[in-house]
């Protein structure tokens, strides 16, 4: 159905941008989130950075 071939579209534009990374030198990092303690049960953990709503659309990859 629609919703899954969407689905596919998406997930193989994605793998293909993390490719690109991986044949690149350059340094990626999450936008909105990092690792540290979980706050809870001090588990490593993504944590929300608390930038989302603050984002600038320039740069973004295009992933979708």
Same mark, same amino acid.
């Given at each position: 159905?629609?919703?899954?071939?969407?689905?596919?579209?998406?997930?193989?534009?994605?793998? @293909?941008?993390?490719?690109?990374? %991986?044949? #690149?030198?350059? =340094?990626?990092?999450?936008?909105?989130?990092?690792?540290?303690?979980?706050?809870?049960?001090? @588990?490593?953990?993504?944590?929300? %950075?608390? #930038?989302?709503? =603050?984002?600038?659309?320039?740069?973004?990859?295009?992933?979708?």
């Amino acid at each position: 159905d629609q919703a899954s071939e969407e689905k596919k579209r998406l997930e193989e534009k994605q793998r @293909a941008a993390r490719k690109n990374r %991986s044949k #690149s030198e350059e =340094d990626w990092k999450t936008r909105w989130f990092h690792q540290g303690p979980n706050p809870y049960n001090g @588990a490593q953990d993504w944590l929300y %950075s608390g #930038s989302y709503w =603050d984002r600038n659309y320039f740069n973004l990859p295009d992933i979708y």
